[in-house]
């Protein structure tokens, strides 16, 4: 007598069955995703930053954390973590809760850093969810009064011209300070010799003092010298007008379509619901459509530049793409590599 065997269902009803498993999974998700948002925020929500307090980042972020505590309802109390190009602060917000409770107040500087920095474990990218664009903040090229340019156009010319008698200064390898004049190097053909300082407040006083020809700073950094007549305020490397800097020119005026500015930007942990995200989002615009953030924004040197979740995702993606190919072109490699 023959066994019987077990008749076993065609294998594409096994698929048939996981994928209506998962269409109900994602049916049961999406109410109590909806939920949460709903109730969302129902307790003080922590924004991070990389860098210590007092400097440009740490500046706007508490200028929209306080705002937004008004918006949402709930605290938004700004955190400092420090260290690593805010890449300590960016670790411990990819690892945090995705629950819209822990946000990072991140900036392009953290797009080189994992470029610089590939064995880093965060992906700006991929280790986060981008909330909002918020702010850019204009930079300065400050040279001291004796320096022989004084246009943009005077700039390129002197340096494709007598390149090998200069060196500028930037606070860092990898900031956009440095990847910017990268660009502009790349454009004249100029092998000027960078010279990474630890901030503008020992660049400014090595530009007047002589000690270093070029600078590349903040607007407020370089401006406030400049008005006191210490030192020159030669170009904008974006091409936005800032409050009380309308009077510099751009370097677009010699390089059409040069346009560098960092971003600032707030993200959240991967895998955050979109509901949360969206209200999110709501909320940093509705501050930054108010003419007083506008003027709050502008004391700090920075401008309102407003994304939304999707824009942001691609700004990112582009600029990630634009350092990368100047990184490599020009051969730029991390401190101490």
Do not use: C
């Not at 946000?103 to 064995?119: E, F, H, I, T, V």
């Not at 400049?226 to 904008?236: E, N, Q, T, V």
């Amino acid at each position: 007598m023959k066994a019987t065997q077990a008749i076993r269902p065609p294998a594409h009803r096994h698929a048939l069955r996981a994928m209506a498993a998962l269409g109900l999974a994602a049916a049961l998700s999406a109410p109590a995703a909806w939920a949460q948002a709903q109730k969302y925020p129902d307790k003080p929500i922590r924004l991070i930053v990389g860098y210590s307090a007092g400097g440009g980042v740490d500046a706007v972020a508490r200028l929209l954390g306080t705002r937004l505590s008004n918006v949402l309802g709930q605290q938004v109390l700004v955190e400092n973590r420090t260290g690593a190009t805010g890449l300590i602060a960016a670790d411990f917000v990819a690892k945090a809760p995705p629950d819209g409770y822990t946000l990072m107040m991140g900036d392009s500087a953290l797009l080189a850093a994992k470029l610089l920095q590939p064995k880093i474990a965060i992906d700006p990218l991929t280790s986060f969810k981008p909330v909002a664009g918020a702010f850019i903040s204009p930079l300065m090229i400050v040279v001291g009064n004796d320096f022989p340019a004084k246009t943009p156009a005077e700039l390129v010319k002197e340096l494709k011209a007598n390149a090998s008698r200069y060196s500028y200064a930037t606070s860092g390898v990898g900031t956009v300070q440095h990847l910017g004049f990268e660009m502009l190097k790349q454009a004249t053909g100029s092998p000027v010799v960078h010279v990474p300082y630890r901030g503008a407040a020992q660049i400014v006083p090595d530009v007047i003092g002589g000690q270093i020809p070029i600078g590349v700073v903040s607007a407020t950094a370089g401006m406030a010298q400049a008005k006191a007549g210490k030192l020159r305020a030669l170009a904008m490397m974006n091409t936005a007008k800032l409050e009380g800097a309308e009077s510099v020119p751009p370097l677009a005026d010699a390089l059409p379509g040069f346009d560098v500015a960092p971003r600032i930007f707030v993200l959240a942990p991967a895998g955050t619901p979109n509901e949360i995200v969206d209200k999110l989002s709501a909320a940093v615009k509705a501050v930054l459509d108010t003419p007083e953030a506008g003027t709050a924004a502008a004391a700090q040197g920075t401008l309102r530049a407003y994304a939304t979740p999707a824009q942001l995702g691609k700004d990112m993606a582009a600029e990630t793409a634009r350092w990368k190919k100047i990184i490599a072109e020009q051969h730029i490699v991390a401190e101490g590599s």
